[in-house]
């Protein structure tokens, strides 16, 4: 019988090995920088997608993006033992469990790896430096038992991050500026510097191939790849002791950089900073603060003409800073969060590059410029602006710098602009064509657009309307003649808005109407025409609105984007570029959708304490997910609209975390 319980306590020992491992596999971590630089990986340590590395920099911050050091093999070689620290899988790929793994990971100014062997305890850590492209790798050895070798090989792509390495590509070089080792590559532009102080560097140059990257395979994409090593960095270890590994890319200028560097003022640096973040909040919850230092991770500095504004990405691992969900993301990561100074040169930014009354939909990442193919980023902008007027009183900016450009946007969208965006007879505004993704769900295979939108779509004109009613209201106690201009025109835009979008037999709102065509599918966009301030429905369409998004599209992660019932709906969003973009906006759930639902739901139950307390019961799984899956203290762009709702897309985006902080101070103010 102690036979049998022995067997039964190991073979259940081994299944929680199993299940360990297989959520540190799947669980991700990511640091940023303000040049839009990042380092990321899985909690496992084995990279599972071509982003994954621990240093990717950019040659013209933040675009350019380049991975540099994908990754370090790391061994530990005692009298009896070997130890590979580091796991990676090659193709074929193995089953095999790695050991050790690490024991715990948690994440603040930096990412720490927890160990413990019989023969040392060792914590990693990774930190990233925020102005410039430099990792700093730690290692931390306690508890030694025995003297042991300590090997550090890194490992070296070179690479536009979006591609993937094979050993043909490889032209490297090594030379040696003093104490830094630098590495080149003819076909990247930069050079990665190396350095470590307590360790003696052996040149052994050579390419390691196959590496295998799940993620990518099972997108659909090109999943292994060939990376350099120049060598390995060696240790003994008889006593504790930290081990620092620089990583620095950059050009000539980086060596200066990188001979003043220390890793104590480092940390204490970063500490300084997140504390500054901390200390802005009014809110001492420490929900709070981590969605705020998680949000700290999307906000960039960005140069216009040699002068330093700010900017939002929209997401990481491959997104750049969008209009529309910076203007989205907004509120929940600048005014939620008291950083009234952060937000006013995010909007100035976006609107330094208008152009035809129309704020950018996005900056290209190989420095293509500011992009326009959007109808709502404009809208957004406008929204965004007189929130942060209210929010911050600062009156001065905003009627000298801001408001001549929300008069242009809304003079230039009743005249007409770019892609026929235009307000109709019926003062809504109408645009695009049959072969445009103006609005938010954009997804576009080839020519065809999968959520073909074109005419007056639902949110555009909630938008719309909430933009004209700010004016009405900030003219009145200025100029009576515009005051009086603005409230006819949104007086006379709610009568349009209710006579083209309300569908009385399902008492919903259409999603999209042109010509005699109206498109009665139940999506997510209706929600705006009652979370917005403004708001040109009847009470009572506002709560058949809320109920019908509540009842069609809501579950625990956000909202769908299309109802089950729809024929058209996709419930997972997975296979290759083709089947996912199908599934985009065809039933994928979206959790940036929870904040304008809770916020409409709230409105619409007066904010009592009964809708409060159901709102913070339909925040707990989103919370749970930021603490603990999916990538740790970050939401996820998207999940899969049937259950069990797995995460998808980015694993880190803006407006995910954004709006999960301006939701839940919602319900707990």
Known sequence: MLQIAAEIKKAQQDRDTVDRYAHLLETEWMLSNKRGSFACGTLSG????????????????????????SGCVETVTTKNHSYELSHYQFDPPSDKIPEPFPGEVKQDIGVHFKYETEQFGLTKSIYLLPDADVAAICYDFKDIEEEFDFCIRPMVAMRDYHALKKADQGDFCLEWYDEFLAVRNKNCTGQLLFSSEETSFIEQQQFWYN????????????????????????????????IVLWAGFGGDDMQKTMSRLDVDVIIDDLTLQHKHIEENLKDKDPLVHSLALAGDEFIIDRYTDEAKTKSILAGLPWFMDWGRDAFIAFEGLLLCCQRFDDAASVLLNFAYHADEGMIPNCFGDYRSGAQFNSIDSSLWFIHAAFRYYKLSGD????????????RWIIDSYCKGTKFDIKADDDGLITGGGIDTQLTWMDAKIGDLAVTPRWGKAVEINALWYNAICNCAEFYRSKDAVLARQFSQMADRTATSFRSCFWYDDGQYLYDCVRDDFKDASVRPNQIFAVSLPFSPLTIQQQQAVVKCVEEDLLTPFGLRTLAPGDPRYKGRYEGDTEQRDNAYHQGTVWPWLMGPFI??????????KQSKKRCSALLEPLIRHFKDDGCINSVSEIFDGDEPQRPRGAFAQAWSVAELLRAYLLVNS
């Open 46 to 69: 084995c990279n599972t997608r071509r982003y994954h590395a621990l240093l990717i920099g950019s040659l013209t911050p933040p675009a350019q993006r380049i991975v540099t050091l």
């Open 211 to 242: 590496f295998f990257y799940q993620r990518e395979k099972q997108r659909g994409y090109d999943y292994t790849e060939d990376l350099f090593s120049p060598g390995i960095f060696r240790r003994t270890i008889n006593a504790p002791v930290r």
């Open 395 to 406: 009156v001065r900016t905003f009627s000298s710098k801001l408001m001549p450009t929300i």
């Open 599 to 608: 916020e409409a739901y709230l409105k619409v139950h007066s904010y009592d």
